[in-house]
């Protein structure tokens, strides 16, 4: 039997907590509410579900249905709490977000080998095994500790991201590699835009409805980097001297210089996935979908992942992580929930169950890839100069043997290879 230190009863911590004492273990769970709140928090209940009360479909075709059916095989607390409270969404888990807290909160007071302690923890403790997953709100003695052990540079305090597109769903016959000038190894997908179709973009750009930030958030965002559609409002050319400037490109259709172009830079190792570069925005999701499917090429775009502006403390997991969630500068520390660059509910979940499995064993358990949890954990863990936080999204997964065409078809096909892959 271990006692294990974990940090943070948000959902990765509960489930981590979970975790660990199914297997015999000790807990001791911190959690600082109701002494400190964070600048979102206001439920002194446990896992408190913030924004949306949805965990998103239960379709396996969809890739965080996947991700939940996966979870509910290897036996997640949280996942089976969140079916035991759910409210009507059609395909989708929703769930009532205060009876889902209080159930996590009694369930976690009622275990006996889980100690719940309420206090702030503002240094990771010298001896034992500790989980750290204090979330995107990490207090900021705590997050300054952090910093000690990793670095100052490897960790983040807010989340710029551009948008992610499965390369596979981009339209190569408008799109074109190469690089500016022809110099470089021609690693950049280009998107070439004539005046018409550059006007009617920025139109839609510059009118979108966005997101409405925090208080706390403003400040800190704009003063890392500026939203496309903040820059594009100072003026029609503005963006085609900034990222989108053509200069040093021909269009292969045309033989001349585009009006405007936008480039999409590889974003994993297996370049399965391209991000939009210079597209940080504050746009709502539905409105990126339908403005920057206007750009040619992208008509029929698969966005695993959408541009985000917001306040997220996070490490540098691909430099920093193994495929556990392991501090490989010290294996008695891992790190769960968005803190690892893990984005939204059942990722969070996802993470505290590898993380709570792992620091209970001896030999590690590591997930094939082929699998949604194992494919997320490769993600945060391997290399990447750009690295960015991602949620579940069958990009990630490592392509069929067999190419198929039909999305549904692959994604079942990818689904089924997955829970295949599970016990593996």
């Known amino acids: 039997m271990q006692e294990i230190t974990v940090i943070g009863a948000g959902l990765a911590g509960c489930e981590a907590a979970f975790q660990i004492a199914k297997k015999g273990n000790q807990v001791k769970l911190y959690e600082m509410k109701p002494q400190k709140f964070s600048p979102a928090h206001s439920n002194q209940d446990l896992a408190e579900i913030v924004c949306s009360n949805s965990f998103k479909s239960n379709r396996l075709t969809n890739a965080c249905g996947l991700l939940k059916e996966e979870l509910r095989r290897l036996g997640s607390e949280l996942i089976q709490i969140a079916d035991e409270v759910c409210v009507p969404a059609g395909q989708a888990l929703a769930v009532d977000r205060n009876k889902f807290s209080k159930a996590v909160t009694q369930k976690i007071e009622k275990n006996p080998n889980i100690e719940l302690i309420r206090k702030e923890i503002t240094e990771i403790p010298k001896q034992g095994k500790v989980i750290i997953a204090t979330g995107p709100l990490t207090s900021e003695k705590f997050s300054e500790n952090i910093s000690q052990i990793i670095g100052e540079n490897d960790l983040h305090f807010y989340d710029a991201a551009a948008p992610i597109i499965d390369k596979s769903s981009i339209n190569m016959e408008i799109a074109f590699w190469g690089d500016r000038y022809g110099k470089g190894e021609s690693s950049y997908i280009n998107l070439p835009m004539n005046q018409e179709e550059y006007l009617d973009f920025y139109q839609e750009l510059i009118n979108a409805q966005t997101v409405v930030l925090h208080d706390f958030e403003k400040r800190e965002i704009f003063e890392g980097?500026?939203?496309?559609?903040?820059?594009?409002?100072?003026?029609?050319?503005?963006?085609?001297?900034?990222?989108?400037?053509?200069?040093?490109?021909?269009?292969?259709?045309?033989?001349?210089?585009?009006?405007?172009?936008?480039?999409?830079r590889q974003d994993n190792e297996e370049g399965t996935l391209f991000n939009m570069v210079g597209f940080q925005t504050n746009l709502k999701f539905g409105e990126q979908k339908r403005v920057f499917s206007k750009v040619p090429g992208l008509e029929n775009a698969d966005f695993v992942k959408y541009g985000v502006m917001h306040r997220n403390t996070y490490i540098d997991s691909s430099k920093l992580l193994d495929a556990t969630y392991q501090f490989k500068q010290d294996e008695r520390i891992y790190f769960a929930g968005q803190i690892t660059g893990v984005e939204g509910y059942v990722e969070s979940i996802c993470s505290?169950?590898?993380?709570g499995i792992n620091c209970c064993l001896d030999k590690k358990r590591i997930f094939s890839c082929?699998?949604?949890?194992?494919?997320?954990?490769?993600?945060?863990?391997?290399?990447?100069?750009?690295?960015?936080p991602m949620n579940a999204n069958f990009g990630i997964l490592p392509a069929l043997e067999k190419k198929v065409k039909d999305k549904i078809e692959r994604y079942e096909k990818l689904a089924s290879r997955a829970l295949e892959n599970l016990s593996g």
């Open 225 to 264: 980097c500026m939203p496309i559609e903040i820059m594009a409002k100072r003026g029609e050319d503005t963006l085609r001297f900034g990222p989108l400037k053509p200069v040093g490109f021909t269009d292969p259709r045309t033989g001349k210089r585009p009006y405007a172009i936008v480039q999409l």
């Open 352 to 355: 505290g169950l590898v993380a």
């Open 370 to 388: 082929n699998t949604m949890i194992g494919a997320l954990a490769n993600y945060i863990s391997t290399p990447n100069e750009n690295f960015q």
